[in-house]
């Protein structure tokens, strides 16, 4: 009589389940800068960046600008230096000191006048990110990087409403890369945006002008969403083929024909890179709630639009 033996199962012939990669955790904090020549920032700021450091701990800061209070002719040099020395001070080196890197796009408020971009330059020269740079040779107001190998981000100078031919011809090489095209997720950040957003800002020269020509690089690259500011109304909608996600800011605006909707906020995005999808999650500065995606209006009609809002960028 034969005898059964057991059949052990070795660890070399069971195949390990594969670990599913960890999403990437990315704050968005938008406009936070005071009045022309402030050297001050609104409590919400601090708050909001206690939060970062102590609580949240992302992978990545990306800002879509205004992160001083520039763009006034009769500021001074020292007080323009004044400023960044503050931002520094309140922002950048504590996100520095914690591991977290921060990029941004520059505003109006940074890089408006040619003094202020001029300063701009000398403050980002001497605090550059430590960052995976892919195109840096008009950093800090146009830069591509890529982000744990999964994220390629692109940075456009759009401070003001002409964003032209010679960007969107760099934006569409950007996004044609290898590390470009190896990366799951694709995302685009610029301080105007493409459509309004906000009641006050809702008119020509705050929004960017002729902006189907740049949504179109955009659709075509693949990219999952244009990341804005200036607007100070968190929104996230779809124009087009195009996710737009308007960062909102600290001390926010009314929403395009949606008086008392003004809010200070800011946005922690959960990026699956494998999936090459985002969820998000968005605070208000002030208070610490929860902002939840289905009490926004489900439809802006402003200039450049309409946007329809979406819950999640896929």
């Not at 009490?295 to 960028?313: E, F, H, I, M, T």
């Given at each position: 009589?034969?005898?059964?033996?057991?059949?052990?199962?070795?660890?070399l012939?069971v195949a390990?389940?594969?670990?599913?990669?960890?999403?990437?955790r990315?704050?968005?904090?938008?406009?936070?800068?005071?009045?022309?020549?402030?050297t001050?920032?609104?409590?919400?700021?601090?708050?909001s960046v206690?939060r970062i450091?102590?609580?949240?701990?992302?992978?990545?800061?990306?800002?879509?600008?205004?992160?001083?209070?520039g763009?006034q002719a009769?500021?001074t040099?020292?007080?323009v230096?004044?400023?960044?020395a503050?931002?520094?001070?309140?922002?950048?080196?504590?996100?520095?000191?914690?591991?977290?890197?921060?990029?941004?796009?520059?505003?109006n408020?940074d890089?408006?006048l040619?003094?202020?971009?001029?300063?701009?330059?000398e403050?980002?020269?001497?605090?550059?990110?430590?960052?995976?740079?892919?195109?840096r040779?008009?950093?800090?107001?146009?830069?591509?990087?890529?982000?744990?190998?999964s994220?390629?981000?692109?940075?456009l100078?759009a401070?003001g409403?002409?964003?032209?031919?010679?960007?969107?011809a760099?934006?569409?090489?950007?996004l044609?890369?290898p590390?470009?095209?190896?990366?799951?997720?694709?995302?685009?950040l610029?301080?105007?945006?493409?459509?309004?957003?906000?009641e006050?800002k809702?008119?020509p020269g705050?929004?960017i002008?002729?902006p189907?020509?740049?949504?179109?690089?955009?659709?075509?690259?693949?990219?999952?969403?244009?990341?804005?500011?200036?607007?100070?109304?968190?929104?996230?909608?779809?124009?087009?083929?195009?996710?737009?996600?308007a960062?909102?800011?600290?001390g926010?605006?009314?929403y395009?024909?949606?008086?008392?909707?003004?809010?200070?906020?800011?946005?922690?995005?959960?990026?699956?890179?494998?999936?090459?999808?985002?969820?998000?999650?968005?605070?208000d500065?002030d208070?610490?709630?929860?902002?939840r995606?289905a009490?926004?209006?489900?439809?802006?009609?402003?200039?450049?639009?309409?946007?329809?809002?979406?819950?999640?960028?896929e």
């Open positions: 009589m034969r005898r059964l033996l057991p059949l052990l199962l070795t660890p012939l390990a389940a594969p670990v599913p990669a960890k999403p990437l990315v704050v968005v904090l938008s406009d936070f800068n005071g009045s022309y020549g402030s001050a920032y609104p409590a919400a700021l601090t708050r206690g450091v102590r609580e949240w701990r992302p992978d990545l800061v990306l800002s879509a600008g205004d992160l001083i209070a763009q009769s500021l040099d020292a007080r230096r004044a400023m960044w503050a931002f520094d001070r309140d922002v950048h080196a504590p996100l520095r000191e914690a591991g977290i890197p921060f990029a941004a796009a520059l505003g408020h890089a408006g040619s003094r202020d971009r001029r300063l701009a330059a403050y980002w020269r001497e605090h550059a990110p430590k960052l995976n740079y892919v195109e040779a008009n950093f800090p107001f146009r830069s591509s990087f890529t982000f744990g190998g994220l390629f981000v692109a940075v100078d401070s409403p002409n964003v032209g031919a010679d960007q969107r760099w934006l569409a090489r950007q044609a890369t590390q470009a095209r190896r990366a799951g997720i694709r995302l685009v610029g301080h105007l945006p493409l459509a309004g957003v906000s006050g809702n008119k705050e929004v002008r002729d189907l020509p740049l949504r179109e690089v955009m659709e075509e690259g693949q990219v999952l969403a244009y990341v804005s500011g200036h607007h100070a109304a968190f929104y996230p909608g779809r124009l087009g083929g195009l996710n737009v996600l960062s909102g800011g600290i926010g605006r009314h395009v024909g949606h008086p008392g909707t003004a809010r200070s906020t800011v946005t922690l995005l959960s990026l699956n890179t494998a999936q090459g999808t985002a969820t998000f999650q968005t605070f500065a208070t610490g709630a929860d902002v995606t009490s926004l209006p489900a439809r802006l009609s402003g200039l450049g639009g309409p946007l329809v809002r979406v819950n999640d960028l």
